[in-house]
Every structure is written in structure tokens, then in C-alpha cells.
């Protein structure tokens, strides 16, 4: 008979063991996606282009980067740190009207923009 006595709480102990397994096994939810965003430019014998590159993928243009952009999940972000050396000419950097745009751009699709001022 006393055997019988610890039979509730041993369900119980084993119950609350079991419950709190569960709850570890439940998905977290994921943070948005982070992105890194570089300029990069090539040299030809007669003009410099300039391309846009996150990861591994390439954006001849601001048109084509945000394509790219409109596609990405709400919250992501993207960071950008192009430094403070200049060439002259490159996207969004020499136009202080298509930064802005950008920016726009960016608030619209809830992306989060960083960008990292230089020195």
C-alpha cells in the first residue's frame, strides 16, 4: 500500500519532466536576416564601373540592387560601410538626393539601413 501512495507524484515529477522538455523543444523565433552591402568598382582601360555586392550576388545599378531589396523578408537589415576614400562617380554616395531616395526606399519595404559613417 505504501508503494501506491508515491505513484501520484511520481506521475506528477515525471509529467513536469516531460512538459519541460517540450517547451524546450519549441522553435525560437528567427530574427530578420542581416545583410552586408559593398561597392566595389572595376577598372578598364577606359571607364570605371562601379557594382553593388551583397554576399555573393552583384547589382550593376540602384534599380537592380533594390529589385533585389524588395524581395527581402520585413525587419531585415542592411549595412553598409563604404568608408571615406572617394573616386568620384560612385552610386548613391556622389548624390546627396539618391542617398536620400535610398533611404526612402529602405522605410518603405521595413528595411533596416545602417549606415556607417567613415572614419
Known amino acids: 500500500m505504501n508503494g ?8 506528477v515529477a515525471l509529467l513536469t519532466v ?3 522538455a517540450g517547451a524546450q523543444n519549441t522553435e525560437q523565433p528567427q530574427s530578420p536576416p542581416k545583410y552586408k552591402l559593398e561597392l566595389v568598382y572595376l ?3 577606359d571607364s570605371t564601373e562601379y557594382i553593388f555586392v551583397i554576399g555573393k550576388v552583384g547589382f550593376r545599378s540602384v534599380e537592380s540592387l ?3 531589396l ?3 523578408p520585413a ?3 542592411l549595412e553598409w560601410a563604404p ?9 548613391l554616395l556622389s548624390s546627396e538626393q539618391e542617398m536620400e531616395d535610398f533611404k526612402a526606399f529602405c522605410v518603405e519595404r521595413n528595411i533596416n539601413f545602417i549606415l556607417v559613417p567613415s572614419g
Open 4 to 11: 501506491f501512495r508515491r505513484l501520484p507524484w511520481l506521475a
Open 70 to 72: 524588395s524581395d527581402l
Open 83 to 91: 568608408g571615406c576614400v572617394r573616386t568620384g562617380g560612385e552610386p
Open 75 to 77: 525587419g531585415a537589415t
Open 66 to 68: 533594390e529589385k533585389f
Open 18 to 20: 516531460v512538459l519541460c
Open 43 to 45: 577598372f578598364d582601360v
